[in-house]
């Protein structure tokens, strides 16, 4: 099960606001500047982060949590992500993490936890053992999305 994942586009609001017209859910502010969330509050925490064209997201040092940045040409990293819920336990994603020579990290969202997995240490996967998915489900409710990013934007219809 995918319960979010992450794109860029040139222009992010107005990409949001097609997204959100054709699921048929709301448009957020999300924190990065310029970015956007698309929620259908459906049952199982669907949603779509649009962040501006350029954005990406590097992994974490010894002293700093992962985090989207702007370059200002190509890198070798994203800003696409997904959360995932996988029957894996967190142990048996760090074990094979350490096999493979990826990062592997349990990271606090705040509201929910995630286990960031680091495919080929550039593309990053937030996987949900069945534990961190029951956080996650209850963390998207409609109240706690609306007490976390505010009220959605009204979007004007043509």
């Not at 669907?46 to 974490?60: H, Y």
């Not at 700093?64 to 997904?82: D, L, R």
């Not at 990062?103 to 929910?112: E, H």
């Not at 053992?129 to 609306?146: K, M, R």
């Amino acid at each position: 099960m995918i319960h979010h994942f992450s794109i860029s586009a040139q222009n992010p609001l107005h990409v949001a606001s097609v997204l959100a017209e054709i699921c048929h859910g709301k448009v957020f502010n999300f924190p990065y500047p310029g970015s956007y969330l698309v929620t259908p509050f459906d049952d199982y925490g669907t949603g779509i982060e649009v962040f501006p064209l350029g954005c990406v997201l590097v992994p974490p040092s010894e002293t700093e949590p992962s985090k989207v940045i702007q370059m200002p040409s190509s890198s070798n990293f994203v800003v696409t992500h997904a959360a995932i819920s996988v029957p894996a336990t967190q142990q048996q994603l760090e074990q094979i993490g350490r096999r493979e020579g990826w990062q592997v990290s349990l990271c606090d969202r705040g509201v929910f936890k995630v286990i960031e997995f680091w495919l080929e240490n550039w593309l990053m996967l937030e996987f949900l053992p069945p534990e961190l998915a029951t956080q996650y489900l209850q963390s998207i409710q409609p109240q706690i999305v609306e007490q976390v990013f505010g009220q959605a934007i009204q979007i004007a219809q043509v």
